[in-house]
């Protein structure tokens, strides 16, 4: 447990923190990065709202306690509602509503005011 804890306190709590520096970096100016914006406003938005999604994904996929519900389901329904069809709908199916008010903030000044850019 004490190599776990090591291993996510130096490996992904860094990565986590350079992430957050550079996503809002690729379209604001933050004090963080110094050539900021790295990119113009709509491609840098572009970028950080794939890379979110890509990201929410991958960690929805991964979850075990829904594959857990999935093979549950699958059992109740008796194959009529698959634990992948489960799985992708979680995955895939509230994206475009989360992908939509993250960029509605980023191309606003909502984005700005958080960053302490405004």
């Not at 957050?20 to 914006?37: H, I, R």
Request: net charge negative.
């Amino acid at each position: 447990m004490i190599c776990f804890n090591l291993g996510l306190h130096f490996g992904f709590t860094s990565l986590g923190d350079q992430v957050g520096m550079l996503l809002p970096a690729a379209f604001l100016k933050t004090g963080d990065v110094e050539d900021s914006p790295l990119y113009p406003q709509a491609g840098g938005v572009a970028i950080a709202l794939g890379t979110m999604f890509t990201l929410g994904v991958f960690a929805t996929r991964a979850e075990p306690a829904l594959n857990v519900v999935g093979e549950t389901v699958e059992k109740l329904t008796r194959g009529s509602f698959s634990k992948n069809m489960l799985v992708y709908s979680v995955c895939v199916g509230p994206s475009p509503l989360c992908l939509g008010f993250a960029g509605r903030a980023a191309l606003t000044d909502t984005a700005a005011q958080a960053w302490g850019s405004a």
